[in-house]
């Protein structure tokens, strides 16, 4: 008995290599087909040297991407796809017909690369051996030709297009004749004049996956005879369905994902039976879907990923203890007003769970970390009161907690020192104050506390956080300064105090240890920066906002360092001076130096703006004691939406290039000595 199930062994061992192509040691090129690749070669653009390998001088079953059959020497797999999502680094230039000298080639991945402008060979169709044809992300153009239904071997046909590509197919009945294939897509393909689509596709039982995904489709008819029994994977996501999901997709017996998402789906989901046995990612998210949960779908125990985010879905929970091996789910974005239902919290396998944006109640409960897996909440923009338990921070593998948005109250719990590997931890727009242990949290990257009852100073071992990449802790009660040991925060981008009570210095030091800061919003503070007159700082601003700072009587002259403004608020900070016309750039959008003792004319900043236009969207100059007349210019402001000269010294009339700004909604020019009307359509 050992010795035959030993030669049992054998013989399944000697039939699976039989079943694959051999590597190429023992290969030998055939020079036709040598010949074929280096013409090949010759009308291609290979920036990276992928190709490099390919000379006369080796045997070309030895070149990279070439595999060739152990026992004929053909050629039967060309895997050429860029390994690097980066153009820069793909192969690109123009597909020679020698490739139709490659008879037996059963594999050809060209994708991930540049054949910008270029459509796809209908030549390809004539390479009846090919099993597996991957053209996706290649950057083709123009028609899918239907030439490719002539390969009736094939079992892998991946054509994918980019977002803004010409990609498309008029008619899908070429697709009739691979009667052999398993994987279908086609995603990012214009097939909207092709109406037949779903008949032709059901023409072809043998299919396992089906991704058609963005091709603009807008109908999806009945069908009265399914020859999907086969089918595992089904995309049809980002389409324009525009009415109820057709039954039929309920009946698919060997369907393993779903994926309806970004359509226009309306009404609720089928009654009745199921027959999605084998169901285990389901996403139905950003459609119009309604109603309550059915059964049908709170029954279904063997659903790994469930996405409901972005409908109108509403009722109860009741029973979802059967999704016990869910391991994401979204509930997000719908109208579920319950309280926060005990039995979402013995399912103990999720990772991911998403609540925000619902109308949940009551509190959070500490049986929440019986989800001992559970990596990610949001739980936030719901009606949630009460304090956050401290069993929630007892799961040690938080990474992403988000409760902003609701009625929480009392301190952060000193539990969140176990959470070692959070992340990000946002609680914005609630009542809850500061704990010490939070600076346990060496892995913080994100911290968002803003709109809180924080109070006192911030303290200093908020630097010892040294992952920080954003803080926000505006709109509380901080007093004190910026501690010094802020300036540790070397990865710290975003920093925003804004609307809080503090006061007292701020040096130059600290602000220019901080280079990799681009987002620095603390307006609504009594700060004072201290810096001298030649002080320019490292980082690099995009926002810059110190409303409400001292920085003295001139304009402070380092902002001519900024190069990359794009928005700016030194309004109330007792600045007297004129506004130098080096200030603003293309790129700034916004400017508020509004509620200083600013004095001149505005004409040598306005009038003077660099290539004739200039991005600027919000202007607020109000409260200054600026004069002359307001110049006509306007015309190189064509964004702007807001202008606000209010109580100035401005005479003269009011420019008529004023009433030519298309999206201008705001402009307050009163308190002046000027004449003429402004039009009541603004």
Same mark, same amino acid.
């Given at each position: 008995?050992?010795?035959?199930?030993?030669?049992?062994?054998?013989?399944?061992?000697?039939?699976?290599? +039989?079943?694959?192509?051999?590597?190429?040691?023992?290969?030998?090129?055939?020079?036709?087909?040598?010949?074929?690749?280096?013409?090949?070669?010759?009308?291609?653009?290979?920036?990276?040297?992928?190709?490099?390998?390919?000379?006369?001088?080796?045997?070309?079953?030895?070149?990279?991407?070439?595999?060739?059959?152990?026992?004929?020497?053909?050629?039967? %797999?060309?895997?050429?796809?860029?390994?690097?999502?980066?153009?820069?680094?793909?192969?690109?230039?123009?597909?020679?017909?020698?490739?139709?000298?490659?008879? %037996?080639?059963?594999?050809?991945?060209?994708?991930?690369?540049?054949?910008?402008?270029?459509?796809?060979?209908?030549?390809?169709?004539?390479?009846?051996?090919?099993?597996?044809?991957?053209?996706? %992300?290649?950057?083709? %153009?123009?028609?899918?030709?239907?030439?490719?239904?002539?390969?009736?071997?094939?079992?892998?046909?991946?054509?994918?297009?980019?977002?803004?590509?010409?990609?498309?197919?008029?008619?899908?009945?070429?697709?009739?004749?691979?009667?052999?294939?398993?994987?279908?897509?086609?995603?990012?393909?214009?097939?909207?004049?092709?109406?037949?689509?779903?008949?032709?596709?059901?023409?072809?039982?043998?299919?396992?996956?089906?991704?058609?995904?963005?091709?603009?489709?807008?109908?999806?008819?009945? +069908?009265?005879?399914?020859?999907?029994?086969?089918?595992?994977?089904?995309?049809?996501?980002?389409?324009?369905?525009?009415?109820?999901?057709?039954?039929?997709?309920?009946?698919? !017996?060997?369907?393993?994902?779903?994926?309806?998402?970004?359509?226009?789906?309306?009404?609720?989901?089928?009654?009745?039976?199921?027959?999605?046995?084998?169901?285990?990612?389901?996403?139905?998210?950003?459609?119009?879907?309604?109603?309550?949960?059915?059964?049908?779908?709170?029954?279904?125990?063997?659903?790994?990923?469930?996405?409901?985010?972005?409908?109108?879905?509403?009722?109860?929970?009741?029973?979802?203890?059967?999704?016990?091996?869910?391991?994401?789910?979204?509930?997000?974005?719908?109208?579920?007003?319950?309280?926060? !239902?005990?039995?979402?919290?013995?399912?103990?396998?999720?990772?991911?769970?998403?609540?925000?944006?619902?109308?949940?109640?009551?509190?959070?409960?500490?049986?929440?970390?019986?989800?001992?897996?559970?990596?990610?909440?949001?739980?936030?923009?719901?009606?949630?009161?009460?304090?956050?338990?401290?069993?929630?921070?007892?799961?040690?593998?938080?990474?992403?907690?988000?409760?902003?948005?609701?009625?929480?109250?009392?301190?952060?719990?000193?539990?969140?020192?176990?959470?070692?590997?959070?992340?990000?931890?946002?609680?914005?727009?609630?009542?809850?104050?500061?704990?010490?242990?939070?600076?346990?949290?060496?892995?913080?990257?994100?911290?968002?506390?803003?709109?809180?009852? *924080?109070?006192?100073?911030?303290?200093?071992? *908020?630097?010892?956080?040294?992952?920080?990449?954003?803080?926000?802790?505006?709109?509380?009660?901080?007093?004190?300064?910026?501690?010094?040991?802020?300036?540790?925060?070397?990865?710290?981008?975003?920093?925003?105090?804004?609307?809080?009570?503090?006061?007292?210095?701020?040096?130059?030091?600290?602000?220019?240890?901080?280079?990799?800061?681009?987002?620095?919003?603390?307006?609504?503070?009594?700060?004072?920066?201290?810096?001298?007159?030649?002080?320019? !700082?490292?980082?690099?601003?995009?926002?810059?906002?110190?409303?409400?700072?001292?920085?003295?009587?001139?304009?402070?002259?380092?902002?001519?360092?900024?190069?990359?403004?794009?928005?700016?608020?030194?309004?109330?900070?007792?600045?007297?001076?004129?506004?130098?016309?080096?200030?603003?750039?293309?790129?700034?959008?916004?400017?508020? *130096?509004?509620?200083?003792?600013?004095?001149?004319?505005?004409?040598?900043?306005?009038?003077?703006?660099?290539?004739?236009?200039?991005?600027?969207?919000?202007?607020?100059?109000?409260?200054?004691?600026?004069?002359?007349?307001?110049?006509?210019?306007?015309?190189?402001?064509?964004?702007?939406?807001?202008?606000?000269?209010?109580?100035?010294?401005?005479?003269?009339?009011?420019?008529?290039?004023?009433?030519?700004?298309?999206?201008?909604?705001?402009?307050?020019?009163?308190?002046?000595?000027?004449?003429?009307?402004?039009?009541?359509?603004?």
């Amino acid at each position: 008995m050992g010795g035959l199930r030993l030669f049992s062994e054998f013989l399944l061992i000697a039939a699976i290599l +039989l079943c694959f192509p051999s590597i190429n040691t023992d290969a030998t090129c055939i020079t036709s087909e040598k010949q074929a690749l280096l013409d090949f070669k010759k009308s291609l653009i290979d920036p990276s040297g992928r190709l490099s390998s390919w000379n006369d001088n080796v045997d070309c079953c030895q070149w990279q991407a070439v595999i060739c059959s152990n026992k004929s020497g053909h050629v039967i %797999q060309l895997r050429l796809q860029n390994p690097v999502d980066d153009l820069e680094l793909a192969i690109s230039g123009n597909i020679n017909h020698s490739l139709l000298n490659l008879t %037996q080639l059963r594999h050809l991945d060209l994708s991930l690369n540049d054949f910008s402008g270029l459509q796809i060979p209908t030549f390809l169709g004539s390479l009846k051996s090919l099993r597996y044809l991957n053209l996706s %992300q290649a950057r083709f %153009q123009g028609m899918v030709p239907y030439q490719l239904g002539n390969l009736s071997s094939l079992r892998t046909f991946s054509v994918v297009g980019e977002f803004w590509s010409s990609l498309h197919s008029d008619n899908l009945q070429w697709l009739a004749g691979l009667s052999n294939l398993k994987h279908l897509e086609l995603s990012h393909v214009d097939l909207s004049p092709a109406s037949n689509w779903l008949q032709v596709i059901n023409m072809i039982p043998s299919l396992v996956e089906i991704r058609l995904s963005s091709c603009h489709l807008f109908q999806i008819s009945q +069908l009265i005879h399914s020859n999907f029994s086969s089918l595992t994977v089904l995309d049809l996501s980002g389409n324009d369905f525009r009415h109820f999901i057709p039954r039929w997709i309920f009946y698919l !017996p060997s369907l393993a994902s779903l994926d309806l998402s970004k359509n226009l789906f309306l009404g609720p989901l089928p009654r009745g039976p199921w027959n999605m046995t084998s169901l285990n990612c389901l996403d139905l998210s950003s459609n119009h879907l309604d109603g309550s949960l059915p059964d049908e779908l709170i029954h279904r125990n063997n659903l790994i990923s469930l996405n409901l985010q972005g409908n109108q879905f509403e009722g109860s929970l009741d029973g979802i203890q059967n999704w016990s091996s869910l391991v994401s789910l979204n509930l997000s974005d719908n109208h579920f007003t319950t309280i926060l !239902p005990n039995v979402l919290f013995t399912l103990s396998s999720l990772v991911s769970l998403d609540l925000r944006s619902n109308q949940f109640q009551g509190y959070i409960p500490g049986s929440i970390a019986n989800i001992s897996n559970l990596q990610n909440l949001d739980l936030s923009h719901n009606n949630l009161s009460s304090s956050l338990p401290s069993e929630l921070f007892t799961l040690k593998d938080l990474v992403t907690v988000d409760a902003g948005g609701n009625h929480l109250s009392g301190p952060i719990p000193s539990t969140i020192g176990n959470c070692t590997k959070l992340k990000h931890l946002r609680l914005t727009d609630n009542s809850l104050t500061m704990s010490k242990w939070l600076y346990n949290c060496k892995s913080l990257e994100l911290l968002g506390l803003r709109g809180n009852a *924080l109070s006192g100073s911030i303290p200093s071992n *908020l630097g010892k956080l040294s992952s920080l990449e954003y803080i926000d802790i505006s709109k509380n009660k901080l007093t004190g300064t910026l501690p010094e040991s802020l300036g540790q925060l070397s990865k710290l981008e975003t920093l925003l105090i804004y609307n809080n009570l503090m006061e007292g210095m701020v040096s130059g030091i600290l602000l220019d240890n901080l280079t990799s800061l681009k987002y620095f919003d603390a307006s609504g503070n009594s700060l004072t920066l201290k810096a001298n007159a030649s002080w320019i !700082p490292r980082a690099q601003f995009e926002t810059l906002g110190l409303g409400s700072w001292n920085l003295g009587l001139q304009f402070p002259i380092w902002l001519q360092s900024q190069k990359n403004l794009q928005y700016l608020n030194l309004s109330s900070t007792r600045i007297a001076d004129t506004i130098p016309s080096w200030l603003f750039n293309s790129a700034t959008g916004v400017v508020s *130096l509004s509620h200083n003792q600013l004095h001149g004319g505005i004409s040598h900043f306005l009038c003077e703006v660099k290539n004739g236009k200039s991005g600027l969207t919000v202007l607020d100059l109000k409260k200054n004691s600026l004069s002359g007349e307001i110049p006509d210019c306007w015309m190189n402001y064509p964004n702007i939406t807001y202008i606000s000269l209010k109580s100035n010294n401005f005479i003269g009339s009011i420019p008529r290039s004023l009433f030519s700004l298309e999206y201008l909604s705001h402009l307050d020019l009163g308190r002046n000595s000027l004449t003429g009307s402004i039009p009541s359509t603004l």
